[in-house]
């Protein structure tokens, strides 16, 4: 079965950085789009990037020039490195995996951003 499984979050002042991972097994992870997504408290879950088989990227207007998606094939990863974080990031990111008639979620990683 397909798994996705999150990491890299933590606690960190604003202005700081962080990466996060998401680890793909059981699927040909090069086949298909990945997404990052967030869920604030009290908020509806919102797409934060997306990258495409082919390496097409979008982002959120509120993380562009701040966040950047990249995958690695060869390990089965979808990253997310996050620059100049600012409070309002603060919630648990979801890697998302689209297989069109199929998707795919993790367990999500939580990040806060607080000083």
């Known amino acids: 079965q397909v798994q996705l499984v999150e990491s890299g979050g933590g606690l960190v002042q604003p202005g700081g950085s962080l990466r996060l991972s998401c680890v793909v097994s059981?699927?040909?992870?090069?086949?298909?789009?990945m997404r990052w997504y967030r869920q604030a408290p009290g908020k509806q879950r919102e797409l934060v990037a997306s990258m495409t088989h082919n390496d097409n990227t979008i982002y959120a207007d509120s993380v562009k020039g701040r966040f950047t998606i990249s995958r690695d094939n060869a390990k089965n990863t979808l990253y997310l490195q996050m620059n100049s974080l600012k409070p309002e990031d603060t919630a648990v990111y979801y890697c998302?995996?689209?297989?069109?008639?199929?998707?795919?979620w993790g367990q999500g990683t939580q990040v806060t951003v607080s000083s």
């Open positions: 998302h995996q689209d297989q069109i008639l199929r998707i795919y």
């Open positions: 059981g699927s040909i992870f090069s086949d298909y789009t």
